[in-house]
């Protein structure tokens, strides 16, 4: 039987007993190799520091350029001392989403429990840069002054209540797409063995063979883009947290 969903359930590594905090899964083995993975990208990739750099320091430092720049542009100079915590960010989910595509492997980031715990740290970051930055004046962010009056007080309330959906929505997109992503292509993938056995297997094949192909390719800028969509939100939050008036 064909269980489309079966990649994403969560199983301790040794036996199959009940799941502690504290016990091993394939959740936390995946999250392991994704952290030396960037470690073996930034530590030993770039040891050399050549002028003529190899492949593995130019992406290095294409990504770290690429989050740079972005974090300058969108929450401004003051925001470059929170540059380290966002390339973290951006490189642990852009890596922990193209794992995922690995046959047999683990999305961390396609469960809730791991974008949320990454968004909830975005949400109480931001909101604590905010008041320790801007004190009571921070609430300002919530306050349309430009709106006539009569309608400041219904703003505030919208605003307040977008503002603590933030965590929410910027989790549960990142989840979402994983989620539905990679079982898309689980679900291709399990047609093959059927088309195959099939009396047409033989004419429909290569047919079927393309779809899987464009379905991956598909995935794999979707990995890309929800990793550059949850850092490029995250600066936004943090841009109104430092300049809550602008």
């Given at each position: 039987m064909f269980h489309p969903m079966e990649p994403f359930k969560i199983h301790p590594l040794f036996g199959d007993g009940p799941i502690h905090w504290y016990t091993p899964t394939?959740?936390?083995l995946w999250m392991a190799i994704g952290v030396l993975a960037i470690a073996l990208l930034l530590v030993v990739g770039t040891r050399g520091r050549a002028i003529v750099p190899s492949r593995i320091q130019s992406i290095a430092e294409l990504a770290y350029?690429?989050?740079h720049k972005m974090v300058e542009d969108v929450a401004g100079k003051d925001g470059l001392?929170?540059?380290p915590y966002i390339f973290t960010l951006f490189l642990f989910i852009v890596f922990s989403n193209f794992l995922g595509l690995i046959p047999m492997a683990f999305t961390p980031t396609s469960h809730?429990?791991?974008t949320g715990v990454l968004a909830l740290a975005v949400f109480l970051t931001v909101t604590i840069v905010g008041f320790v930055k801007n004190g009571a004046s921070f609430l300002g962010l919530f306050w349309v002054s430009s709106a006539p009056l009569i309608l400041r007080p219904i703003l505030?309330?919208?605003e307040v209540i977008s503002y603590f959906v933030r965590p929410v929505s910027h989790s549960?997109?990142?989840a979402g797409n994983m989620m539905a992503g990679h079982a898309v292509i689980e679900v291709f993938a399990?047609?093959?063995p059927l088309i195959l056995m099939s009396a047409i297997g033989i004419a429909v094949t290569p047919l079927s063979v393309l779809a899987i192909t464009a379905m991956y390719g598909l995935e794999m800028m979707v990995a890309f883009i929800q990793a550059y969509v949850f850092t490029i939100l995250t600066c936004v939050y943090l841009k109104d947290a430092?300049?809550?008036h602008h």
């Open positions: 394939n959740a936390t350029g690429f989050i001392k929170f540059f809730i429990a791991v505030a309330v919208i549960i997109r990142l399990g047609f093959a430092l300049h809550p």
